[in-house]
């Protein structure tokens, strides 16, 4: 199979335009609108369909904005009161079931960890009923969001003036050799501060009512999550961001060959370890708090995390030498039929979970996944009803690109195989650690389950670091 680095192609195309222009701190109006769209700009680099798997169409944004306009108008106003501590993000977020509830294995574990009572979680793309969740305190904001970005797209031809102070700018920026167009980028920027300057009338007006201390988010570099950090840097709200996912030295969210400092950096950054925090404190102003993965932490501690008998739930399974494969929005139909090509290679003693990702499932296309859908020994995974945890107390293997799951498998003493396509080199710290092998073609991968290493749960050291007791001084 042909295996090609766009990846890290596109980073470099990014990095490069940023460097030939001094724009990695560019601020326009008091506004640091290059953060709102460059993780846009390198996902349009990705030209090809077949390299995104999770394209949101129009339909789930109707079904989203239509839920939860539902979800407001029949939610009295008293929620919004005042709380300490406001939690802000989506809910694709990885959820885990317990208690018979969907818990948050970011916001909902740092809640616990720290025994946090006054707080209110404020949620975009909602698509399941508040009382199946574990927070308390969940407050819908799709329909206000997507309101704003209706009228941002109205006032966009209505502003001449705002176009031409970019005119002014842009003039000055070297387009040569670079697949961007001038007309492409003034765009982006003269929406981006369009929706800061509405979003933030919005924000104000749920602040007011909220009046929170601290702001903690995931995803810095997601377009909504990046104005709310901007205007409560601006507004003096403390903000702290929870690592999601991983974080390498060429991570496009986070890494600008210049150090960042600004509006658009969370005043601290909680990671899971010393690699994280390495990596970080060169590149970024905010204060790195290594404090480990709550999540997993309170995993090894309790019992009260549901636990569904996956074998009765996939019947198939049982008796079977179960392989996870995680997907991830970037690997697309490469990642699909590299496991169409696994289920043919393999004899019948396996049986494959190919685990999609919380952007695919919300986005689900099962046209995408028919090959996978047809195959015998091929489970595709659409839903959460069996968490990750689950998953890997009864896998044999593992294999991604560059999941987060490939750091999660290590805790469960599960060995890993590692893709090699665009971006494996994000767990290459796992190669080298030897707590992973990476792999080329299918043949090479179904060969490597024969002789897979050994792999004990106190390697994941890097996931597990000792809590911290800096967040406690802050909190």
């Not at 290590?410 to 396509?421: D, G, R, W």
Request: glycine share 4%; net charge positive.
């Amino acid at each position: 199979m042909k295996m090609e680095n766009g990846y890290q192609k596109n980073i470099d195309v990014i990095q490069d335009f940023e460097t030939h222009n001094s724009i990695s701190n560019f601020r326009f109006k008091d506004v640091d609108l290059w953060p709102l769209i460059r993780f846009r700009l390198f996902m349009q680099l990705f030209r090809n369909k077949d390299e995104v798997s999770h394209k949101r169409g129009r339909l789930p944004i109707i079904k989203i904005f239509i839920h939860s306009l539902l979800n407001s108008a029949f939610s009295k106003k008293s929620k919004i009161k005042e709380n300490k501590y406001m939690f802000l993000g989506s809910e694709n977020g990885r959820r885990a079931h317990k208690n018979g509830k969907l818990y948050h294995i970011f916001f909902d574990a740092l809640i616990e960890k720290y025994k946090i009572n006054d707080y209110a979680v404020l949620e975009l793309n909602n698509s399941v009923r508040n009382s199946e969740k574990f927070s308390q305190n969940v407050l819908s904001i799709d329909h206000l969001m997507l309101k704003n970005l209706l009228l941002a797209h109205i006032f966009y031809r209505l502003t001449p003036s705002i176009s031409a102070n970019l005119d002014s700018i842009l003039s000055q920026w070297e387009f040569n050799n670079s697949p961007f167009t001038k007309k492409q980028i003034k765009k982006l920027l003269h929406l981006a501060y369009l929706e800061y300057r509405i979003n933030k009338i919005t924000l104000k007006h749920l602040i007011n009512r909220i009046k929170p201390k601290i702001l903690f988010f995931t995803c810095s570099y997601c377009y909504w999550n990046n104005i709310a950090l901007q205007y409560c840097n601006k507004v003096g709200i403390k903000t702290i961001e929870l690592q999601h996912g991983v974080i390498n030295k060429n991570h496009i969210g986070y890494i600008y060959r210049q150090k960042r400092s600004g509006y658009g950096v969370p005043a601290h950054f909680l990671v899971f370890g010393q690699k994280e925090f390495k990596i970080l404190k060169e590149k970024m102003s905010s204060e790195i708090i290594p404090d480990g993965n709550p999540y997993f932490q309170l995993l090894r501690q309790s019992q009260d995390f549901d636990n569904f008998n996956l074998f009765s739930f996939w019947p198939q399974c049982n008796n079977k030498k179960i392989i996870l494969i995680t997907s991830q929005g970037l690997t697309g139909n490469y990642l699909i039929n590299f496991t169409e090509e696994i289920s043919k290679l393999l004899n019948s003693k396996y049986i494959i979970v190919y685990r999609l990702h919380q952007n695919e499932r919300a986005n689900y296309n099962a046209n995408k996944f028919s090959k996978l859908l047809s195959l015998p020994n091929v489970i595709v995974q659409t839903d959460d009803r069996i968490s990750l945890p689950q998953i890997l107390k009864n896998a044999y293997v593992h294999a991604s690109v560059f999941s987060t799951v490939l750091e999660e498998a290590v805790a469960f003493s599960i060995p890993n195989l590692v893709i090699k396509f665009q971006g494996w080199e994000n767990a290459n710290h796992l190669i080298e650690k030897k707590l992973a092998v990476l792999v080329s073609t299918p043949r090479e991968f179904v060969d490597s389950l024969e002789n897979l290493p050994k792999t004990n749960g106190d390697d994941a050291d890097f996931f597990y670091t000792k809590e911290s007791y800096r967040l406690k001084t802050i909190l």
